[in-house]
């Protein structure tokens, strides 16, 4: 192939390919008995350029363990084995080093729980100021005051006091939109987002999510954003991933999983969101719990208004059954 040719497919190619590509992840830990316990098993799932994924599920569905197995902060004797393809690498080939200077570089993450992210012997202000010291090249003042902008994009109130402050001397909700905009400053290829604003009252939340949206229409930005609240990602994500007791049931674009959502699990969620227009007495709830499993087959079974003897024969895959909407459910044709 000539070098105009071959430069022109390998353009296209850089233009579709995604930028992030997860291939049958799978986390583990040892269990007691000796074995292993999965907590996320075969997911697969991609992220392009400037779209963002919304993963959704309950409590303990492993939304987390997926999210720190992108940074390799799996903890403990945590186990991960498949492949989380990004720009064309694989990142569980890497050594610990490629990890640390891929981390807050290309890949930054915002957790539930800010401490977690900061250093507690060096003011906030510092903080973000050293991010973009490094990142942008920038000098002492005008790191500084690009902090203290990030700090005020944040909604944080007489932001160059407040970036003088340690993190203790800030309350929750001020540490937790400081960590978001220490996550923000050093630009990521792929922001990966675990519950962050549930903490935060709703209009903090709006600001924050606008700021992510604007930012990744700056940048083109992937993000991964993790919720329980299938709500907060109906405004934000371009695709969504619903993920059950660790794995995932229902993989579409958002219009798609609204418009007609295939999964009776999800199904179940959409019917837990308030809805204006519906007059109901009282919300639905999906009864039963996560922890109660069947020995084989539908991990959801033992919750499923429609499960029959085939739902409890055998573990139902991911099938695309429109294009690019796929479902784990036997009952869906
Ligand atoms: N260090 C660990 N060792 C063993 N099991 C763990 C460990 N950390 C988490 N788990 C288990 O992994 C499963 C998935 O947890 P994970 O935190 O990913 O769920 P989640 O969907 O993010 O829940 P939440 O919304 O409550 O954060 C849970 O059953 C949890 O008990």
């Known amino acids: 192939m000539g070098f105009v040719a071959n430069t022109l497919r390998l353009n296209a190619e850089a233009q579709t390919a995604p ?28 992220i392009a350029q400037s779209e963002t994924l919304g993963v959704v599920g309950e409590s303990g569905c492993g939304k987390t363990m997926t999210s ?27 050594s610990e080093k490629q990890w640390r200077d891929l981390r807050g570089r290309e890949v930054a993450m915002i957790f539930q729980e800010p401490m977690t992210a900061m250093n507690p ?17 920038l000098g002492q003042r005008d790191s500084l005051d690009r902090a203290i ?39 990521p290829k792929l922001l990966v987002a675990d519950e962050p604003t549930t903490a935060l009252d709703v209009t903090i939340q709006a600001q924050i999510l606008d700021l992510i949206i604007e930012l990744q229409e700056e940048t083109g930005m992937a993000v991964q954003f993790i919720t329980h609240n299938l709500a907060v990602v109906s405004e934000l994500a371009h695709k969504i991933l619903v993920m059950y007791a660790g794995r995932g049931v229902e993989y579409a674009t958002s219009e798609q999983l609204f418009d007609q959502p295939l999964h009776p699990y999800t199904q179940g969620l959409i019917q837990t969101l308030p809805d204006p227009d519906r007059k109901v ?51 869906v044709n």
Do not use: W
């Not at 930028?19 to 830990?29: E, G, K, N, R, W």
């Not at 945590?78 to 989380?84: Q, S």
């Not at 012997?121 to 090249?137: C, P, T």
């Open 68 to 94: 720190l197995s992108l940074m390799g902060l799996v903890p403990g004797r945590g186990r991960v084995t498949g492949r989380i393809g990004f720009e064309g690498r694989d990142l569980l080939q890497q």
């Open 121 to 137: 012997v060096m003011s906030v202000g510092q903080q973000i100021a050293e991010v973009l010291k490094v990142h942008e090249g």
């Open 149 to 187: 902008d990030l700090l005020k994009a944040v909604g944080i109130p007489s932001p160059a006091q407040r970036a003088r402050d340690f993190p203790h001397q800030l309350s929750g909700g001020m540490r937790q939109r400081a960590m978001i905009a220490m996550a923000l400053a050093c630009r």
């Open 19 to 46: 930028l992030l590509s997860v291939d049958d992840l799978t986390v583990s830990f040892p269990t007691k008995g000796g074995g292993h316990n999965a907590v996320v098993t075969g997911l697969s799932y991609q």
């Open 281 to 331: 007495d009282r919300l639905h709830v999906i009864h039963g719990s996560l922890r109660v499993q069947p020995a084989q087959g539908c991990r959801f079974a033992s919750r499923c208004p429609l499960a029959s003897d085939e739902c409890r024969a055998a573990e139902p895959i991911l099938r695309e059954v429109a294009p690019g909407h796929f479902v784990a459910c036997v009952k």
